[in-house]
């Protein structure tokens, strides 16, 4: 059973196959798919070129290197996710000095923590049709200025009343930027390095919990009464150099085209392409699969894609729902933010007294969480989506159920051994490892590259918010349930969760390397064409 190569776009932009009898070897699809093969060979000959599958399957030699286009603009919009890092970083130490400050309890620190991720889902329910109605680029804006106010906010607390105020401000910032961020990229990158510069954010997060870590590690020996207020404050500094670097952005070519805006979008994808003829097509594929309703026009502005998505799906968009929600869930049902944010009291129960070696010992976390998501990124393109999620997904399951064997041995030693300790900190790291090559970057890349374009900011924003509802209801629960079932049993079951996931993982996502955004959807279409790489494969 296969497709006929010709191809027709249907009204969400996913291309569904003609009939046979509609089918010749000479249809535009064809041709289109002649030409954009031979750019990619003639790109090819240039030199510096390495094996990628190329559009329709086809297997091409494409150039390695990254357009500077492209990167600038990647580069610029993740440097918003700095702020959800450098929060989750800092907040897991700030916390040690809030809580004797304040005099707050372990259920408010829990409420303190996990807020921030609840109120994000506000961010992340508004940011996609925020993004289609003023656009990604002052959508990046508005993210950054939110989050500035929320910092300011938490800096200047005078109370806990307050520095809440200010995590919800925040928070809504933080949900705007997630969403944003990896869409953003994904419409503004070529296909044969989208998984590189989609997964920046990821990398810019892990960048963020280690600036985190240190600006922890640099102020702990301030007053409790100052040092917590600085290390929550200089998060705006991020957030202004955001405002300010979007000045030289340039907007999505595919939200121009669904403006409408083909000319505009032209000059962008000339500067993110390798010749005017590959920007020409890429233009030609886009406006194709914009037809739809009340779309490629002045006043499009993301009309009817809720309906689309929930109220009558058709069976491609709720298999794309299926694989978008379901990874963006295990994401945070693995329990990664809490681990990080929540380390210290794991470590502490584990036997290490001293805040500055507890410290000390996130600072060591967060340089492997981000060197392995910078490993992850720059192989996304060669090895694919699929093997590095599957990897990192048995890689986390299998330290967190070590640090549940960890654990448990020094809940019921009174000695704490040197050997459980060194597990228990060898596990943590271990986990936000694996974490940061799998999960953690390919998460933001699936959920801004499986959906049809114009359903692609309000798809992903949707998907985001399970995310953050997610990662706060395990931010607010952890302590408590740990109390009930020990730092240990908790470990187990995330384990466990992690070992559901791989199952859904293999079942329910495809490998989306090196197609473009408007091939991906035959993915997810009834039948799979025999040129097409099964996505179990």
């Known amino acids: 059973m296969h497709f006929s190569s010709n191809l027709e776009s249907d009204k969400v932009g996913y291309y569904h196959p003609l009939p046979d009898s509609e089918s010749s070897s000479t249809s535009e699809t064809d041709l289109k798919n002649e030409k954009r093969n031979k750019i990619w060979h003639e790109d090819a ?59 707050i309890s372990s259920t408010q620190v829990e409420i303190l923590v996990g807020c921030l991720n609840l109120c994000s889902l506000i961010g992340s329910l508004a940011s996609g049709r925020t993004s289609d109605y003023i656009g990604r680029r002052y959508t990046i804006v508005l993210a950054a200025a939110t989050f500035l106010i929320g910092a300011l906010l938490m800096g200047l607390a005078p109370s806990f009343i307050f520095l809440m105020a200010g995590r919800v401000v925040a928070g809504i910032g933080v949900g705007y930027s997630l969403m944003i961020a990896p869409v953003y990229t994904a419409e503004l990158s070529p296909a044969t390095t989208r998984g590189f510069l989609s997964s920046l954010p990821e990398v810019f997060i892990n960048i963020g919990i280690l600036l985190g870590y240190i600006s922890n590690y640099a102020l702990s020996s301030l007053p409790e009464n100052i040092n917590w207020r600085l290390m929550l404050g200089l998060a705006a500094l991020p957030a202004i150099l955001v405002a300010l670097g979007v000045l030289v952005m340039p907007e999505s070519p595919r939200w121009l085209v669904m403006k409408g805006r083909f000319d505009d979008a032209k000059q962008v994808l000339i500067k993110t392409s390798d010749s005017k003829e590959e920007a020409e097509l890429r233009l030609a594929e886009m406006i194709e699969a914009a037809k739809a309703p009340g779309a490629a026009s002045s006043n499009w502005q993301g009309q ?78 060669r090895f694919g989506r699929r093997p590095l999620l599957l990897l990192g997904s048995t890689g986390m399951a299998a330290s967190l159920a070590a640090l549940g064997v960890g654990s448990k041995y020094l809940e019921q030693s009174d000695k704490k051994p040197v050997w459980a300790i060194a597990l228990c900190i060898v596990a943590v790291c271990a986990d936000v490892s694996f974490f940061s ?45 740990s109390k009930l079932i020990s730092f240990g049993g908790m470990f187990f079951s995330l384990a466990g969760i992690m070992v559901v996931g791989i199952v859904f993982f293999y079942f329910f996502l495809p490998e989306t390397k090196g197609k473009t955004l408007e091939d991906i959807g035959i993915l997810f279409e009834d039948k799979i064409p025999e040129n097409e790489t099964h996505f179990l494969s």
């Open 304 to 381: 009817g894609a809720w309906k689309e998505l929930l109220c009558r799906p058709s069976p491609p968009i709720r298999r794309v729902l299926i694989a978008a929600i379901g990874v963006n869930f295990f994401m945070q049902a693995s329990g990664n933010d809490a681990v990080v944010y929540y380390s210290p009291e794991v470590l502490k129960d584990a036997g290490i007294q001293s805040r500055q070696q507890l410290v000390g010992v996130t600072v060591i976390m967060g340089i492997a969480k981000t060197f392995f998501v910078l490993v992850s990124a720059l192989f996304l393109d």
């Open 437 to 481: 090559i799998g999960l953690g970057p390919i998460t933001w890349v699936y959920s801004s590259e499986i959906f049809p374009m114009r359903l692609r900011a309000q798809g992903s924003s949707l998907a985001i918010s399970i995310n953050r509802l997610v990662s706060g209801i395990i931010a607010m629960t952890f302590l408590s349930i």
């Open 45 to 103: 000959a240039e030199g510096g070129s390495q094996e990628h599958e190329g559009p329709q399957g086809v297997s091409a030699h494409r150039k390695t290197h990254i357009n500077k286009y492209a990167l600038g603009g990647a580069i610029l919009a993740s440097t918003n996710s700095v702020l959800l890092g450098y929060d989750i970083g800092v907040m897991s130490g700030a916390i040690l000095y809030i809580r004797d400050n304040l005099k």
